[in-house]
């Protein structure tokens, strides 16, 4: 498998045109003051999300998993293609609240041993990452994940000799296939919308 | 766990990073120093979601797709190609979404995303709401939020023996996904299709083309939902603990999922006048308050318990099948007394579930038999009806209306549509002569005959208690209560889920 990894920088107000940025731009960004991401993974499809080449016994599109204790024994997931697009989240840092909700539970905060993992079991005004997708908000605008997936067989493969496993397709069949898309057209992604506003913290 | 994949030169990855000034977007940042960050040891990460939701476009869709069957069916109508056979099943969900469920007169949508409506009334006619928790509401509030963290609980290995004793000095760490305890009710909402004999490959296909209809198949569409909460529910990740030189399952990659639910389900199929569609793909606008409803609903059901029981993937045979399994209970006391619970002195669980059932909601006072009964056991209530309350007794109590559509489980036809007819024919008690004998009591609908109406509806419930008589009436009615249920105690001793034609039959 082969990846192409393209690392582009925009302005928030100027997104429609993409201006390269020199190495004394990037010097001055430090991500403290917070980002904005958009991430997109192509996989075993091309620029249109037409599959290429994922169809047909032994075909390269595929993914195996192999658990523990398992040895030798790969989950495949055949016939395997798709593509996801994060569209533009704005990750920021934040102070949590200073009042509780009407749900506060301080048990949640309780380590192993019975000690808080935050001060107090008291998560009021700690600093947390924000996590929010600010666009795309009109009713029946989805825009801020897309995803098309496709699983079109599931089973087992075994290694034969040298043979790893997932190098084999001698189970050619499959209960079932899966599948994520949209209504609109063929191999058009599905779409998705986040509204409101992640606080992640740790401890 | 190992991941491999495959693929030729096809997979790419885009990334476009802005890491900018936003301008005129930077004024509510607010940095994070370093000495605030060094704070966070790692012990776990916490999520809390305020004015959340989450939409899927109607038109976008998760599908399983099936296969032929052996022999499927290929007329339509009564000919013998359309007769004793199966066709290929499709399924696909639409629109899954996470949204509000304030009552609020249309603040809501329907699938359209044209048609408002109010996601908290009463029938539940409205599958999408505004953000959770209203204006300024959490979906997990920051002061009980979603968890995720590792850690290193106490509990037992397959064989019996103590796992993390020394909480100093442990020996295995899970991973674990925690539900809040306490959060609002939301909405969780789908819609779906239902289609039989398609023929198109979903891979260069349309939907489309090769439909079942097409194929003297069918489509049905539907919509399903929940409005409540999961608050409560846990997910664990971890190593099965099973040693020895010959295990069942072996030390492999093990999930546990305590599921806990609470709120009001609708499942319905009848569309509206305006706004319906029978077309493949396109969103419907569904009827307000057809369908089949669970008020009042609370279910805690237990998949795995810590360590000795877990859900693993296996293989079945070696041609490619496998199964997801819920491993089943060892034949050790160490594990099963523990499992099972039983009250001291009780060897078949009768008392101890009659106990159970008797103090459901009452604290265990300390009794740690009593607190593990209440982790491997679980249980679906269906309406508000409870052991111990007035509507227990036979004789009096507020038992629901024979139409009552706020509690319990209700089936309820379309507003305008044509009544339909009810029928029970319930005995209780059995009368070895035959039903109509004087012993017999068979709960029936106390209705005129002939599907006329006249039925006779007292403060005794919607049922009538006859000995003998006529059990043919019905109640011809818009919306009929089937009344309350319980199902307490329940234990799984072992669930395999099988994949079959992976790799021919199982």
Known sequence: MKYLLTLLCIFALRAQALEPMTDTDLEQVSGQEGMQLTLRLRNNVDELLNPVGCSGPLNPCRMGLEFAGRDGIWLMLKDYYGYISFNSIRLDGSELPASYTSYEDADRFLGLDGSCLVAGCDPRSLKAVKVTYPFSKAVGEYDDMLLLMNIGRTALEFDDGPTPGYLRDAASGSVLGFRMSDSTSLNAPAKARFDGSAYVFGF | ?506
């Open chain 2, 1 to 506: 766990m190992r991941i491999t994949t495959g693929g030729r030169t096809v997979a790419a990855l885009l990334w476009a990073l802005c890491l900018s000034p936003l301008l005129q977007a930077n004024q509510g940042l607010t940095p994070l120093a370093d000495d605030e960050m060094s704070a966070v040891s790692g012990a776990g990460l916490a999520v809390a979601l305020e004015d959340f939701r989450f939409m899927m476009a109607p038109t976008s869709y998760a599908e399983q797709v099936g296969i032929a069957p052996t022999g499927a069916c290929s007329g339509s109508g009564g000919v013998a190609s359309n007769t004793n056979c199966w066709r290929r099943g499709d399924l696909r969900w639409y629109g899954v979404s996470i949204s509000g469920a304030e009552n609020l007169a249309n603040s809501g949508m329907h699938w359209d995303d044209a048609t408002s409506c109010n996601p908290g009334s009463s029938a539940m006619s409205c599958p999408r709401g505004g953000v959770i928790g209203g204006a300024g509401g959490w979906f997990s509030p920051f002061d009980n939020p979603y968890l995720m963290r590792a850690w290193s609980p106490e509990g037992l290995a397959y064989d019996g023996s103590a796992i993390n004793a020394d909480s100093s000095n442990p020996d295995k760490t899970i991973y674990e996904f925690l539900a809040p305890t306490e959060q609002p009710d939301y909405l969780f909402a789908f819609w779906g299709e239902i289609e039989a004999g398609a023929t198109r490959n979903p891979a260069s296909q349309a939907l489309t083309a090769g439909t079942g209809v097409a194929n003297g198949g069918g489509l049905l569409k539907s919509q399903t939902l929940i409005r409540g909460n999961a608050a409560g529910s846990v997910f664990r990740l971890f190593k099965f603990a099973e040693t020895g030189a010959s295990p069942v399952y072996g030390e492999t990659f093990a999930m546990y999922y305590h599921s806990r639910l609470q709120g009001d389900f609708r499942f319905s199929v009848a569309q509206a006048a305006a706004g319906g569609t029978d077309t493949i793909g396109e969103a419907p606008v569904f009827e307000g308050v057809e369908g089949l409803h669970f008020r009042n609903v609370d279910a805690f059901l237990p998949f795995g318990q810590l360590y000795y029981q877990a859900l693993v993937l296996d293989a079945v045979g070696t041609t490619g099948n496998f199964s997801l399994s819920l491993t089943k209970i060892p034949e050790t006391p160490a594990v099963y007394n523990p499992f099972y619970s039983l009250d001291a002195g009780d060897v078949r669980g009768f008392q101890t579930a009659l106990t159970a059932v008797r103090d459901w909601n009452a604290g265990c006072g300390g009794d740690q038999t009593c607190e593990t009964w209440r982790t491997t056991h679980g249980y679906v209530r269906y309406g508000d009806w409870y052991p111990g309350n007035a509507a227990y007794s036979a004789s009096s109590g507020t038992r629901n209306a024979i139409n009552d559509t706020t509690d319990g489980i209700i089936f309820r036809a379309c507003q305008g549509c044509e009544n339909f007819n009810a029928f029970a024919r319930r005995p209780l008690v059995i009368d070895k002569r035959g039903e109509t004998f004087s012993r017999q009591r068979t709960q029936t609908y106390d209705c005129n005959t002939g599907n006329v109406g006249g039925c006779v509806v007292d403060g005794s419930g919607p049922i009538f208690n006859a000995s003998g008589g006529d059990l043919t009436r019905t109640y011809p009615t818009s919306a009929v209560n089937l009344g309350d249920a319980r199902m307490e105690g329940l234990l799984i001793h072992q669930l395999d889920i099988v994949s079959c034609q992976g790799g021919g039959g199982c």
